[in-house]
């Protein structure tokens, strides 16, 4: 066998493995989305809620699932920023697999980072340039949570907008992210007092790694393109679906408290379950019912944007992750960096 026939053979195990990876996923979703549903029957005290989700508005359903989709554009257009010398097509397709894994995965956003590594590596990209800059999109993402959460929690704290406990709900938690904000933005100067040599202790290595990482994010902020209002999207567009699936019940909680209470409920998101069930569902209800909001339309409406921003970005990701499996062959072709910004 020549070097070219055991390459291609290591290939297409590759796809085959990240195939069953995603089938696996998706398989262990329909199981727990089965059981949820019967738990929701079975149990006396959840039959409101299910009764709530029997009688839903349609209209309200097609304007979340549109909202979802939106905030996927939003996705890929934050993907498509950092990503610049990536083809359109092949970054789409990515961007959107990404979204797909880190949906049915266990292991959350990790599997989504994990597929795109593997595309690069099979197309013969550098691993270790694709994790950085995907730790890129990750703090500019997370950045747009932290100040979405500081804004609203200020706004809160100011009384302009309303929650329960406006200080201790609204103006704390806002000052917690604004100092994560400012803690992230002057590593890169904390770095640089460090001197990176040969023999370099891991911590050192580990900030260097870091504060560039935080500086290429940092740039993008400094000198924004129209994408970025992708990564805005990306968080908010998912926000005002959760308002909807409340609407398709009845009232709404105010914006500033269910702003406040997604941010910190989707904490619980980070718990290693498939698809985040029952685990973002209780951290999202329990936030709600915190700020304020009624526990059974909590619940409801908890379910319904669950169900959305899972199985959404699960069939789009899918589709795109079977486009993208014929062309591991096909090598990648990147354009031009991009020079330095003042």
Request: proline share 6%.
């Amino acid at each position: 066998m020549t070097d070219a026939e055991e390459y291609e053979g290591r290939r297409a195990d590759a796809a085959q493995d990240e195939g069953k990876r995603l089938r696996n996923g998706i398989i262990s979703l329909v199981v727990l989305v089965i059981l949820v549903g019967a738990l929701l029957l079975a149990v006396p005290g959840l039959r409101d809620v299910a009764d709530k989700i029997a009688d839903v508005n349609p209209w309200w359903i097609a304007l979340a699932v549109t909202l979802e989709i939106l905030s996927c554009v939003g996705y890929v257009l934050a993907f498509r920023m950092v990503f610049y010398r990536i083809p359109q097509l092949l970054a789409i397709r990515v961007a959107l697999s990404e979204m797909a894994f880190g949906a049915v995965l266990p292991v959350g956003g990790a599997g989504g980072i994990a597929v795109g590594a593997w595309v690069a590596k099979a197309k013969g990209g550098s691993v270790r340039r694709f994790m950085e800059r995907s730790a890129v999109l990750f703090l500019l993402t997370s950045g747009i949570n932290a100040a979405t959460l500081a804004l609203a929690g200020l706004l809160v704290g100011i009384g302009l907008l309303h929650a329960p406990h406006h200080i201790l709900l609204g103006l704390l938690p806002g000052l917690v992210a604004t100092g994560g904000i400012g803690l992230f933005w002057v590593v890169p100067s904390v770095a640089a007092r460090f001197i990176l040599v040969e023999d370099s202790g891991r911590f050192v290595r580990w900030l260097h790694t870091t504060g560039r990482v935080v500086e290429d994010a940092k740039d993008h902020v400094k000198h924004p393109s129209w994408r970025m209002l992708g990564a805005v999207g990306y968080l908010w567009f998912d926000i005002a679906m959760l308002w909807v699936s409340f609407r398709a019940f009845g009232n709404a909680p105010p914006v500033g408290a269910l702003t406040l209470a997604f941010l910190i409920g989707y904490l619980g998101n980070v718990l290693p379950v498939p698809g985040g069930i029952g685990a973002l569902d209780g951290g999202l209800t329990g936030a709600l019912v915190l700020y304020g909001a009624d526990p059974a339309s909590a619940a409801a409406a908890v379910l319904v944007y669950h169900a959305i921003v899972l199985w959404i970005p699960t069939l789009l990701g899918t589709l795109a992750f079977l486009r993208l499996r014929p062309t591991l062959h096909e090598p990648i072709v990147l354009g031009p960096e991009r020079p330095p910004r003042r």
